[in-house]
């Protein structure tokens, strides 16, 4: 069984940055995606990346903000997220999975992070 544990949440003004960690423990996964979820709104895909790191995946609306990587020395998958505008503003979650024409999660979700963007 992997444990995930996400952090690097915060509040951050429209147009700024934040790094998200996902850090594993337990055993090596493969390949794991980050999700969110704002209030009064469903969970919502947001990226996702393959053991390699060659194979990513992004929702439309985070395209061209938002980069997923991972450094499997240190177990541990990043979302460099730019651009912040305030419907970025959720909890966010990371989850283990694997994608076809969507990524399916497989594991239990956590605690996640919380991500404030003001305007």
């Known amino acids: 069984q992997v444990q995930l544990v996400e952090s690097g949440g915060g509040l951050v003004q429209t147009g700024g940055s934040l790094r998200l960690s996902c850090t594993a423990s337990?055993?090596?996964?493969?390949?794991l995606g980050w999700f969110r979820q704002a209030p009064a709104k469903e969970r919502e895909f947001v990226a996702a990346i393959d053991w390699s790191g060659l194979s990513t995946y992004y929702g439309d609306s985070v395209k061209g903000r938002f980069t997923i990587s991972r450094d499997n020395a240190k177990n541990t998958v990043y979302l460099q997220m730019n651009s912040l505008k305030p419907e970025d503003t959720a909890v966010y979650y990371c989850?283990?999975?694997?994608?076809?024409?969507?990524?399916?999660?497989?594991?239990?979700w956590g605690q996640g992070t919380q991500v404030t963007v003001s305007s």
């Open positions: 337990g055993r090596t996964f493969s390949s």
């Open positions: 989850n283990t999975g694997y994608y076809t024409t969507r990524f399916v999660a497989l594991g239990s």
